[in-house]
Structure formats: C-alpha cells, structure tokens
C-alpha cells in the first residue's frame, strides 16, 4: 500500500526558514517524481515544486523559485521541501504528491497524496 | 502559464441527477489533462487523467472528454458520495503544471 506521509510544518516566521519531509513507502520510491502542492484552507490547489525520479531534475513555480528547494533521498525514500524567506503567502496546506507514471523526466499528474501538513507564516 | 478556468464554480444538484463540470485551458494542453475529486479535509482523489481514462478504482459514472482546450468532467447518476469538490489539472508542459480554480457540487 502506498502512503505518503509529511511532517515539519509549523509556524514560521516572515523571512524564515522551515523544511518539510515526505517519508513514501510501499512502492520503488526511486522510480517516480514527485511533487509539493499546496492549499490554502478553503481555496484551490498550487502546483509548487517537482523532481524527477532518479535524475533528480527540480521545477518550480514561479512564486517559490530561489525561495524553495526540492530534494530526495532515495536511499531513505524521504522527499524534502527546504522553505527560506518565508512570505505571509505562503501559509497552506502543503501535500507530497506522487507521479502516476513511472521513469517520467518531469511531474506529470498525481495518484497518490500524503494528508498533508500545514504551514502557518506570521510574526 | 497556462490558465485553467472552470465552470461553473458552484453547482446545485441531487442523488440521480447528471451533472457536467467544464475546464477550458488558455491555450492547447491536446489531452494532458486531469480531474481530481476533493472532499473536506481530505487530498484531492485522481479520477480521469488523458481526459478520458479512469483511473483504476474509480466508479465508472464518472467520464470525461475532450481535447485542445475545452474539457468536461460528467457525473452520471449522482451519488451521495459525490458531493466534493472538483479540479482539473493540465500537464501538457512545464508552465508549470496549473489547476483549475474548484467547481463544488453540492446538494440541491
């Protein structure tokens, strides 16, 4: 069985730091990218960060890029999302998202999420 | 960046009925496109993806069609479990990858 499950939001400061990790189990971690959505409570979803499976090539969007910092461990099947420089906007609901497809070179769509962890951003 | 934009962003309906979602992209995505059911505190669910395969498990009252930029999700015979919220994802290229903005559907 699939399970995806993140741990380290918090409260975080404007301008702060904080990491969120994915521990994934129950498939070969190694052979699918994976992702970061996010939510803010009571709106939509945001596509924030990718990598792909073994290569490890990142993408961002927009709003996070020079900010944000994807990474993996495959040895420990762990997903990482290092948060520096914090905004206010950043508050959400942050899901790790796991690829449909096997052995793509991107992010495509996603079939299975973690519950999720919220970060809160605020002096 | 491609814009997804949905409608409508609310939609009343009750048990039996067949309800239809839309999703119009701002330029062609061909069909690299995905809908996804979320209910309240919970991650949203992939139902259709190639907009038109189901994705396994998924009740197959759920369809979706169409290509380009104009793509509709439709419930069949609408379940009490139906009631959720809706999005559709396109991932036809790095633009990045954008949602549509929700369509809740909820009872009439």
């Known amino acids: 069985e699939v399970q995806l499950l993140e741990s380290g939001g918090g409260l975080g400061q404007p301008g702060g730091s904080l990491r969120l990790s994915c521990a994934a189990s129950?498939?070969?971690?190694?052979?699918?990218?994976m992702s970061w959505v996010r939510q803010v409570p009571g709106k939509g979803l945001e596509w924030v960060s990718g990598i792909s499976g073994s290569i490890g090539s990142t993408f961002y969007a927009d709003s996070v890029k020079g900010r944000f910092t994807i990474s993996r461990d495959n040895s420990k099947n762990i997903l990482y999302l290092q948060m520096n420089n914090l905004r206010v906007e950043d508050t959400a609901i942050y899901y790790c998202?796991?690829?449909?497809?096997?052995?793509?070179?991107?992010?495509?769509?996603?079939?299975?999420w973690g519950q999720g962890t919220l970060v809160t951003v605020s002096s | 960046d491609i814009q997804m934009t949905q409608s409508p962003s609310t939609l009343s309906a009750s048990v039996g009925d067949t309800v239809t979602i839309t999703c119009r992209a701002s330029?062609?995505?061909?069909?690299?496109l995905a809908w996804y059911q979320q209910k309240p505190g919970k991650a949203p669910n992939l139902l259709i993806y190639k907009a038109s395969t189901l994705q396994s498990g998924v009740p197959s009252r759920f369809s979706g069609s169409g290509s380009g930029t104009q793509f509709t999700l439709t419930i069949s015979s609408l379940q009490p479990d139906d009631f959720a919220t809706y999005y559709c994802q396109q991932y036809n290229s790095y633009s990045p990858w954008t949602f549509g903005q929700g369509t809740k559907v909820e009872i009439k």
């Open positions: 330029q062609s995505v061909s069909t690299w």
């Open positions: 129950g498939f070969t971690f190694r052979s699918y990218a």
């Open positions: 998202a796991k690829d449909l497809v096997m052995s793509t070179r991107s992010p495509n769509l996603f079939d299975y």
